[in-house]
């Protein structure tokens, strides 16, 4: 099986694979179009972001066996139309879940504790104590939208916080001893820290809105870890402007390009965005909540195990 890997991935995934018989080839450098000159040689192709794998891809690669993304989500992929073609579809969420369970815990516990802003303000030879006053985790209830791989992560986190932890899902019964699944209505009843760990779909997008902002019966703090295209920004800022929201931990923004690789490309900011970054109850990452040294072998190997099961 000839495999061509598109994007720099940690050494073992390509060991791997030798291990178990592939014809392993790497190009990081090659034009969509370049590739798609050639891809026709190949089985099989492992990618993260670089590019879109769509129609016109899969149409000129008439021998692939499989797609595998060295990522939770398959959204840069025309699943429905590699599927009709019999290509399997290979994803690693299993991957860096953990990595996000513990992002997402860091995020809010350092919101909640000023650490950033009291940080920033030491260095700048500040010592205010009573003006970085924190709050505490125990006694709220947090609301998890999305329990799968990563949800199911970060409750298993807040374990040892004296939180209740609920859940909603469009799935059933994927509740378990870490989290209560509820109605959508009951988590915004009841929800103080509402964490987000949907994929990239139709219901996700742009879901986190005004009117689903002021549906919450009291104001929350919100964490994104998910996607970016998940939150309407303008929508978010106007929440914390009139302290519907409290605060927000993004690890991703909507403004993000496919590839997740860089934000500030264009000169201009969008305004909303301008807010954010000057907002002290709001904390930013560029989207590293499954990036840890961990989980770079953990995506790597989970993908060598499904590649394995499935073909070997």
């Known amino acids: ?4 890997l598109i994007d720099t991935n940690h050494p073992l995934l390509q060991n791997g694979l030798k291990k178990l018989g592939c014809i392993c080839e790497e190009d990081y450098t090659s034009t969509k179009q370049q590739i798609e000159e050639k891809i026709d040689s190949y089985n099989g192709i492992v990618i993260r972001s670089r590019f879109n794998i769509d129609k016109q891809f899969i149409d000129k690669a008439i021998h692939l066996k499989f797609i595998a993304r060295v990522g939770a989500g398959l959204e840069s ?9 019999g290509i399997a579809l290979i994803s690693a969420p299993e991957g860096n879940s953990n990595a996000v369970g513990e992002h997402a815990l860091g995020m809010i516990l350092s919101l909640f504790n000023n650490i950033k802003k009291a940080d ?4 700048n030879g500040k010592w205010l104590r009573e003006e970085n006053r924190g709050i505490e985790l125990e006694g709220k209830t947090v609301g998890i939208i999305g329990y799968g791989n990563m949800g199911k992560a970060f409750a298993k986190k807040l374990k040892g916080f004296d939180v209740d932890v609920i859940c909603y899902d469009i799935k059933k019964e994927v509740g378990d001893e870490n989290c209560k699944q509820v109605s959508l209505k009951q988590l915004q009843e009841k929800t103080d820290v509402l964490s987000l760990h949907t994929p ?3 219901r996700s997008h742009h879901m986190v809105n005004d009117v689903f902002i002021n549906s919450f019966k009291k104001p929350f703090y919100l ?10 920004t303008n929508d978010l800022v106007e929440g914390l402007i009139n302290k519907k929201v409290l605060g927000a931990c993004l690890d991703v923004l909507e403004y993000e390009k496919l590839s997740f690789e860089n934000l500030f490309e264009n000169e201009s900011l969008p305004e ?3 807010y954010l970054i000057r907002a002290n109850n709001v904390l930013l990452s560029p989207h590293i909540a499954g990036w840890t040294i961990e989980s770079k072998i953990k995506l790597a190997q989970t993908i060598v195990d499904k590649v394995e099961k499935i073909f070997f």
């Open 1 to 4: 099986m000839k495999v061509l």
């Open 77 to 85: 992929i025309d699943v429905a139309y590699a599927k009709k073609k």
């Open 120 to 123: 920033i303000e030491i260095r």
């Open 200 to 202: 990239f779909n139709k």
């Open 223 to 232: 964490i994104n870890t998910a996607r970016g295209s998940a939150v309407v």
């Open 272 to 274: 909303a965005f301008e």
